[in-house]
Nanobody, 119 residues
Framework: QLQASGGGLVQAGDSLRLSCAASGRTLSTYTLGWFRQAPGKEREFVAAIRWSGGSTYYADSVKGRCTISRDNAKNMVYLQMNSLKPEDTAVYYC??????????????WGQGTQVTVSS
């Protein structure tokens, strides 16, 4: 089970840190990813981190503004988002699967947390 939290309503330029708690299974062999889905749009890749080794990957739209990290001991994954823009407004999902930017490569999904950025 994956549980995302930390979303909220912020102003452009603000920061947020999203958290994802993993429970009920060992995720040491999975890549953990963050995706987002804005109203009327498809779910899109944001960032991913290999659970083993910690290599990170980012969508071009967030590169330089977001940092994904994980705490293996706590089974937690985080997404630090800085310099937020109105176009970052979306429901953010954490997911576990194999390294890919495709939603179909992720097997387990959290329930999503809403991020709204006002201009």
């Amino acid at each position: 089970q994956l549980q995302a939290s930390g979303g909220g309503l912020v102003q452009a330029g603000d920061s947020l840190r999203l958290s994802c708690a993993a429970s009920g299974r060992t995720l040491s062999t999975y890549t953990l990813g963050w995706f987002r889905q804005a109203p009327g749009k498809e779910r899109e890749f944001v960032a991913a981190i290999r659970w083993s080794g910690g290599s990170t990957y980012y969508a071009d739209s967030v590169k330089g503004r977001c940092t994904i990290s994980r705490d293996n001991a706590k089974n937690m994954v985080y997404l630090q988002m800085n310099s937020l823009k109105p176009e970052d407004t979306a429901v953010y999902y954490c997911a576990a699967g194999v390294l890919s930017t495709s939603v179909t490569s992720y097997y387990y999904w959290g329930q999503g947390t809403q991020v709204t950025v006002s201009s």
